[in-house]
């Protein structure tokens, strides 16, 4: 039953920032508003949770206890290396803009955390922050800081 209350908390938290998403208003696909994305992220985390949840509900005391969680030094690194990151990301945006920040993002992510190789690592960012760009910049209009680079 003690893995039940994480989904739980996630399916509280994404309820929750989904009303707030929704307040701001959703508009629509062609003419999203500054809900839309928070909104769609929040109902897939809803339903996310709520899938962990009766998975485990349908879960036997044997199964439960056969899958129980090791947490390692080494997990709680990557876990923390992940939130770092992030926080570098946010700083990063004003100063180097989206294209950039989302490359060294990405970057950090195969190279440090998941020690992909070199060139893997680098090709998977490059190709990840274009089509991000192509996505949220060009596509959907959506207006992110420029940085000095100007992109």
């Not at 992030?86 to 945006?93: I, S, Y």
Request: charged share 15%.
């Amino acid at each position: 039953m003690r893995r039940i209350a994480p989904p739980a908390a996630l399916l509280a938290v994404s309820l929750l920032m989904g009303w707030f998403a929704h307040r701001l208003g959703l508009g629509s696909v062609n003419r999203p508003e500054p809900g839309f994305f928070p909104f769609w992220i929040c109902a897939g985390l809803a339903a996310t949770s709520l899938y962990l949840m009766t998975r485990h509900l349908r879960q036997s005391p044997e199964d439960e206890a056969s899958t129980e969680a090791v947490f390692t030094l080494a997990g709680y690194r990557r876990v923390f290396s992940v939130m770092a990151g992030t926080a570098l990301f946010g700083l990063l945006l004003e100063v180097s803009g989206f294209l950039a920040a989302t490359f060294i993002f990405m970057a950090f992510c195969w190279l440090v955390i998941d020690r992909q190789s070199l060139l893997r690592g680098l090709l998977i960012s490059a190709v990840a922050s274009a089509a991000a760009f192509a996505l949220f910049v060009k596509a959907l209009n959506v207006h992110f800081p420029r940085g000095l680079l100007g992109f």
